[in-house]
Every structure is written in structure tokens, then in C-alpha cells.
């Protein structure tokens, strides 16, 4: 396996892969093109976003600053807007439906490491790497999640869901309910 094959599987990957590093820089100069963009141009915007993510329906509005790894392992269902200052290390699949609102300072993250120090880094006597595992986010349709909320790796939102500001989900949220806190929990049916 590649490490990339490696990383969508969640396997232990190396995240200095050349390939990696490669699709690291891709997503960055196409990133660095937009956040600088006029917000009147509409078409260029299009452009960058149809070559960076894996897939973006029609409608998808996305403000600038905006952040990701690598762009293609994103997938936006149409008229989703992500506001401004969003994070989605998109280590592994990140997938939103549509109608979404993800409010501004939200992180989407699919890496993960071993907790403890000695398991986590791989010294192999010249120089030293960490141990990173991945998995995917799924966000259903017509999902609102609010601002500076924390989505951990192996999450999956339902439809229909609203997710408080401020909210750190270390877990799956069903179908049409409100949730929120740290950690997140439901609080009432919709």
C-alpha cells in the first residue's frame, strides 16, 4: 500500500511521503490563490474550489480565510456555505451534504495519534516522526453547525442536526436533534 492508501484506511501512515508532501503543496498554492481572491470573482473562486476538492456541488459558498491538508478528500453537497476561518484537515474523507451552514472558526479534524509520547513517536536514531491514523466526518444534509465548534475523526452528523457554538463532538449525533457542550450532547428532538 501507499501511504496514501495507508492514510484513507486508516492505517498508520508517514505523513512526509512524497506523494503527500506533494498534494500538500498542491492544496496550498490553490488555497493561497483564493484567500487572496477578490470576493467579486465569482467564476475564479468556482475554479480553485472545483480543482481543489473531490467533489462541490453547484451553490456551495465558501468565505475566505478558509483552511484543509489537501482539498481532494473534501466533498460539499450543494448551496452548503462555510464561513470564514474554518479548518478541515482533510486527512481522511470530510463529507457535507447539502444545505449546510458551518459557522466561522469551525474545525473539522480526521488525524489522530497514539496518546502516549512513546508510542506516538518513531525515533530512528537520526531524526524523528510521529505515528498518525486517520478517519473520515460525515455531515448529513441541512446540518447548521455553529461557530468555534470541534469535530473530532470518526464522526458522523445526521440530517436535519443543529450543533451549538462552542461544541466539541467526540461523537455520532442522529438525525434531527439539538446537541451541544464539551463534550457534545443531545439536548432536545427538532
Not at 480526521?110 to 455531515?139: C, F, M, W
Request: with cysteine.
Amino acid at each position: 500500500m501507499t501511504e496514501k492508501e495507508k492514510m484513507l484506511a486508516g492505517d498508520y501512515y508517514n505523513s512526509r511521503d512524497s506523494e503527500l508532501i506533494q498534494m500538500y503543496h498542491r492544496a496550498r498554492k490553490l488555497l493561497k490563490q483564493y484567500n487572496k481572491l477578490d470576493s467579486e470573482l465569482i467564476e475564479e473562486r468556482e475554479q480553485i474550489l472545483d480543482e481543489l476538492f473531490g467533489f462541490k456541488g453547484n451553490g456551495v459558498w465558501i468565505e475566505s480565510p478558509f483552511f484543509c491538508d489537501y482539498g481532494e478528500n473534501i466533498s460539499i453537497g450543494e448551496n452548503t456555505f462555510v464561513n470564514t476561518n474554518c479548518m478541515f484537515l482533510d486527512n481522511n474523507k470530510i463529507t457535507i451534504g447539502k444545505n449546510g451552514l458551518i459557522a466561522p472558526y469551525v474545525q473539522i479534524y480526521t488525524a489522530n495519534h497514539p496518546l502516549k509520547a512513546s508510542d506516538r513517536i518513531v525515533d530512528d536514531g537520526q531524526s524523528s516522526r510521529y505515528l498518525t491514523s486517520t478517519e473520515p466526518v460525515t455531515i448529513g444534509d441541512n446540518v447548521w453547525i455553529g461557530g468555534n465548534t470541534v469535530i473530532f475523526p470518526g464522526v458522523t452528523i445526521g440530517n436535519n442536526v443543529t450543533i451549538g457554538a462552542g461544541s466539541v463532538v467526540t461523537k455520532n449525533v442522529p438525525d434531527n436533534v439539538l446537541a451541544f457542550g464539551n463534550p457534545c450532547e443531545i439536548k432536545k428532538q427538532l
